[in-house]
């Protein structure tokens, strides 16, 4: 395993160009879920080496600003087809890192290289406006420039991906960047660095540092040379970044929490319903923020679709992700499969029934059974908060009204479905749901050309689309007088 991963799984900070170990030489160990084994070890750093990644950043951005936009995108479409020559090695060193399978880590790899190629697309299309002027002898121009220093930090759930739908826009804007990875899985970010060092990203461009999140993050919160950070994660976190940052007004994009509903409407087409519900729920064993949270589902169609859903959660294949034909990996660490524990308990307490599983597997550690509960009540944990784990719980409804009502009876905002074969019905319900994402009749509906993100507490600004580059861009006014005007 080692052996073939070895050239991407740099165990070591990326700062200005060189591959440094922390001040302290302290180091942090990186474990395999699925084993409990120590993969290797990562820098454990604090706010010194983040500071030098800072300074490098802004060095860098001297000279990576003044690059055309086209050649800017000529280098993001070298990194497409980095990673995607590399698209297996990439994926088993993601999966041995996070748990997921290797057809997941596959689809996330490649999902990458898609928002990386978007983004060297969108690069070139960053224009500014001339505006009508009021004044005869004036002219007013409108320019689109990179922001500066962007911060990223991202999580372990998709370290891949989440860290492609920020480094793109950012990079192809003419940003450079310090990344701070998720502790539990970095080498798929340290990747990043090693891929954009054999394509030519020039030194300090993309600089990632790996250590403590609470020193990492207030020295980049209070840094006035990071004018931007740009954050997936838990909505507490996201809250504290926003305050902390605050202190010197930079540009926040967040991508927080979700309480997904999945409804399903009495006329909906059972067969696609069940299908949509198993990829919106189990997707990375249901450690995704736009995984279905709460599954709604009319009385008329209930018992069906709950049998149908257990039938094919059952079917479901668990295992460690490097195995050929797994399609649930364990969960990314003890704590969550005991949070997950926490969620069938409550539920049983108040009521509720495990039609399926509902405990740890046969296979010790943090893998858990896929589980499909029923008699869901709006008194259970899963009401309110982000289960994070294969646990599918259904309630059951009556009317139209109710379904949207407690679907947007909770703080976040991210995505939402539901399913319906009535047209009518399909525009007022998409209305009527306050989610940033609708997926109607569909249950998988992230792309790079479509911009994701949520409203309330799921988070503010959008990744991907042409909107995702946005946020990496200020906006200037330049009103030209004299010169014979
Ligand atoms: N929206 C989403 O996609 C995600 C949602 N979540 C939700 O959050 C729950 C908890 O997951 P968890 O991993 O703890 O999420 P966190 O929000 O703690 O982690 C996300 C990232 O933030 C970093 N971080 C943590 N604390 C700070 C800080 N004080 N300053 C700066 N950065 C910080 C983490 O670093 P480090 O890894 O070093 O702690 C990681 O890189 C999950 O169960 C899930 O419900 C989690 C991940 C993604
Ligand atoms: O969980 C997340 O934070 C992002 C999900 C990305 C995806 O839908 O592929």
């Known amino acids: 395993m080692l ?8 165990q070591a900070n990326l700062i200005n160009g060189e591959w440094v170990q922390a001040d302290t030489g302290a180091t942090i160990d990186v474990i395999n879920p699925a084993t409990g084994l120590k993969i290797g070890t990562v820098p454990k750093s604090g706010a010194a080496e983040t500071r030098r990644a800072i300074e490098a950043a802004d060095k860098a951005f001297l000279t990576w600003r003044k690059t055309s936009a086209l050649e800017r995108s000529k280098l993001l ?23 997921k399978s290797l057809f997941e880590a596959r689809g996330e790899v490649g999902m990458s290289a898609a928002y990386v190629l978007w983004f060297a697309e969108e690069g070139r299309r960053t224009y500014g406006d001339v505006v009508p002027s009021p004044w005869a002898d004036r002219r007013i121009i ?20 989440m860290l492609a739908r920020k480094l793109g ?35 300090g461009v993309i600089n990632i540092v790996t250590g403590s999140p609470g020193e990492i993050g207030d020295e980049i919160c209070a840094n006035p040379l990071v004018k931007k950070i740009t954050f997936t994660g ?20 967040m991508e927080l929490g979700g309480n997904a509903p999945f409804i399903v409407f009495d006329d909906a087409d059972l067969d696609r319903a069940v299908e949509g519900a198993m ?16 599954f709604f589902v009319q009385a008329g169609i209930h018992d069906k679709f709950v049998e149908r859903l257990a039938e094919a959660t059952e079917k479901l294949k668990v295992g460690s992700g490097l195995e050929e034909g797994t399609q649930q990996g364990p969960l ?33 550690g943090s893998f858990f059974e896929p589980t499909v509960i029923s008699g869901a009540k709006p008194d259970m944990m899963f009401m309110k908060e982000e289960i994070f784990g294969p646990v599918a719980p259904v309630f059951e ?81 330049v009103c030209l007088g004299g010169l014979g005007l």
């Open 279 to 294: 990829v919106a729920k189990f997707r990375n064993s249901g450690q995704t923020c736009v995984c279905t949270n709460r």
């Open 332 to 364: 990314i660490d003890e704590k969550a499969a005991q949070k997950t524990e926490e969620f069938v308990a409550d539920a049983k307490a108040k009521g509720a029934t495990v039609v399926t599983g509902g405990k740890r597997h046969a296979l010790g």
């Open 77 to 99: 479409r070298k990194l497409h087809d980095a990673i995607m020559d590399n698209q297996d090695v990439l994926a088993e060193l993601l999966t041995t890192e996070q748990g």
């Open 169 to 203: 826009p950012a990079l192809a804007a003419g940003c450079t960047s310090v990344v701070k990875p998720a502790t539990q899985t970095p080498y798929s970010a340290l990747a990043w660095g090693v891929l954009a060092e054999e394509v030519g990203i020039p030194k």
């Open 397 to 477: 409804f009556k009317s139209e009204e109710e379904a949207v009502r407690l679907a947007n009876d909770t703080e976040f905002g991210l995505a939402c479905y539901f399913y319906t074969g009535d047209l009518g019905r399909a525009f007022r319900v998409m209305e009527g749901l306050k989610y940033g994402m609708v997926g109607v009749n569909e249950g998988l509906i992230t792309t790079p050309e479509a911009p994701f993100g949520g409203v309330k507490e799921s988070g503010l600004g959008k990744e991907g689309g042409h909107q995702g580059i946005e946020d990496y861009l200020d906006t200037k006014y």
């Open 234 to 253: 838990s909505t507490p976190v996201g809250k504290m970044l926003i305050q902390k940052s605050a202190t010197t007004v930079k540009k926040v994009s």
């Open 3 to 10: 052996q073939k991963t070895s050239h991407f799984m740099k």
């Open 142 to 161: 409108v320019t689109k420039e990179p922001v500066g220093v962007i911060a990223a930090i991202t999580p372990w759930n998709f370290p891949s991906s």
